[in-house]
């Protein structure tokens, strides 16, 4: 009895395995190689996919633990910061903000919450899900975030206890003042959570010096690793307001208090979710590549790469959608030109010339496309690339243009 007992769940497969091969088995799966040049992912290295491949080993493996401690350090490194709680979260970028919100937020609170693009929506939904309230400053679709108004909202809510905002708005490709509106939030008392998944690893971002208390970040953009998971770090005072809340987080999963078990400090590590190991050597390889190159470098590339691609995209009579100031580098907004079709110029460049780039998202919606120079994706050879397959595919609709007008024009930018 105990046997048949036994031996049935592997007959089952074996017959489950026989039918598939007969009927329905599918073969591997092998995606074509594609440049990634647009919101994220981002192109990731063959060293970070080598470091995917590696030996899976147990979440509590002391030499596991060691890597855990080696990642905090390189992420406070790229974070510019020293605070103790600093880890990766095992979920994407979406979870590091859900984990930012519902541990600072209590039901009741007041969260002043910026929104110029799509990500500031989104902190809106996470602060009312925290049964709180948000007051929103709203600022035009590729402005940044006009810090009078941060002012003017905290003099009208002087119980806010939160300020939100998007660092580096991917869907616009704008920068706003992260310094200056984390310096407003400790003049009203209030904590800052900043929301800087596009901006890490691209520009400059210093959480200690400008004393931001929350903050967030994403694998798949310019650190280019693997979609998934989500540095955070949270200052002493964002950990200390964590500590003295009345009400239980929300998230079990989310919650900072049980997850600083497993990834705090000194103490024994408990167990509280596996770590999704592989992803986390990527991490630290990607993290290891950047630290090689250096903070400074990697910020200088890509200011190099945005600025050969504008020229090029320039000298083909196109137009940047954000006023220079505020330009990320890592993410450029182009206006379609009139009697372009949107869609087919993005399908064309992905199947005729396997390189993705974005679509306008939400208020820009079929008025821009989003060139991404994220990370690894920023080199030289993905600016001309670019320049070149959009040529090719913008003659193709009787757009008419200059030929090599772009490529001569970044070119003649990168030899400045
Ligand atoms: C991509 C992005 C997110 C969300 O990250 P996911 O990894 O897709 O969940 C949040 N904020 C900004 C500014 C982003 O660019």
Redesign the pocket.
Known sequence: MRLAYAASPNLILFASFIAQDLTTMTNSFFPPIRTLMG??PSDVSPRVLGALGRPTIGHLDPLFVTLMDEIKGLLQYVFQTENALTLPVSA????G?EACFVNLVSPGDTVIVCQNGV?GG?MKENVERCAATAIMVQDEWGQPVDPEKVREAFKSNPKASLLAF?H????TGTRSDAETLCAIARENGALSIV?T??SLGGIELKVDDWGADAVYS?S??CLSCV??I?PVTFSPRAVERIQNRTHKVQSWFLDMQLVMGYWGGDSKRAYHHTAPVNDLYALHESLVMLQEEGLESAFQRHRRNHEALVAGLEAMGLAMAVSPEWRLPQLNSVLIPEGIDDASVRSSLLNDFNLEIGAGLGALAGRTWRIGLMGYASNTANVIACLSALEAVLAGQGYSLPTGAGIDAARQQLAA
Do not use: I, L
């Open positions: 919101p994220g994407p970028g979406s979870a903000m990500f989104r998007v580096a708005e991917t869907s929301d998944v596009t994403g798949q953009k979609p998934g989500s």
